[in-house]
């Protein structure tokens, strides 16, 4: 069965410092998002990408934030200088509809020291 | 925005009970109500889910329960087991061009054998 994957598992990063998160989606898959779980916590949602552009994103996703489709399989989010409470963990999700199940990947857990 | 309250926060029950988790809404609007499953360090998964034109839905142990009116939906598993014990998130999302989930606090579900 098809899954999202995700690279890197775990990342630490010193403050101040940008970091790529990448995943790569189910290949028939539509629409891509990004979501975030700080420890203990809820599922965030980040944004929403489709047909190359971004259809939404949430206030958490500010200017530090940035998605790409750099080719056909690849999704990634980029941060562009990290602050300590970025510190989470990073879920790639996608889904073939707009309305239809989103399969999530198996996050990258970021430590921003 | 819309809020999603998930009760209980922590659930213990011994192995072969039912188990019942609720989960109220505030949008209207609403009309995809999925319920994950997300094991210590791992992905959610999507363990069952209903849309807004069904009452109730059920897969083997687990059960879904939809009261558009009272805008709250319960996941429902009987004869619990070991393996049952995660958190479990509802997410309920919206139509009108926004399937953005929002992800309830969870609820801690422990069984003990």
């Known amino acids: 069965e098809p899954e999202v994957t995700q690279t890197p598992s775990h990342q630490v990063t010193q403050m101040g410092q940008e970091v790529i998160l990448r995943c790569v989606p189910i290949s028939n898959h539509l629409y891509f998002y990004w979501y975030r779980q700080i420890l203990g916590q809820k599922v965030e949602f980040l944004v929403s990408f489709y047909n190359n552009e971004i259809s939404e994103k949430s206030e958490i996703f500010d200017d530090q934030f940035s998605v790409e489709r750099p080719d056909g399989s690849n999704f990634t989010l980029k941060i562009r200088s990290t602050k300590l409470e970025d510190s989470a963990m990073y879920f790639c999700?996608?889904?073939?509809?707009?309305?239809?199940?989103?399969?999530f990947g198996p996050g990258t857990r970021l430590l921003v020291l | 925005g819309e809020n999603v309250e998930q009760h209980p926060s922590t659930l213990s029950v011994q192995e072969g009970d039912s188990a019942v988790i609720k989960c109220t809404y505030s949008?209207?609007?609403?009309?995809?109500f999925p319920w994950y499953k997300q094991e210590l360090g791992k992905r959610p998964q999507l363990i069952i889910d209903?849309?807004?034109?069904?009452g109730e839905k059920k897969d083997q142990r687990i059960a879904v329960t939809l009261n558009k009116t009272a805008k709250h939906f319960s996941l429902h598993i009987t004869e619990t087991q070991p393996e049952d014990s995660a958190v479990y998130f509802c997410?309920?999302?919206?139509?009108?061009?926004?399937?953005?989930?929002?992800f309830g606090r969870g609820t801690s579900l422990i069984v003990h054998p």
């Open positions: 999700a996608s889904n073939y509809g707009i309305q239809e199940t989103q399969y």
């Open positions: 949008d209207s609007a609403s009309n995809y």
């Open positions: 997410a309920p999302s919206r139509g009108g061009g926004s399937y953005i989930p929002t």
């Open positions: 209903i849309r807004s034109n069904v």
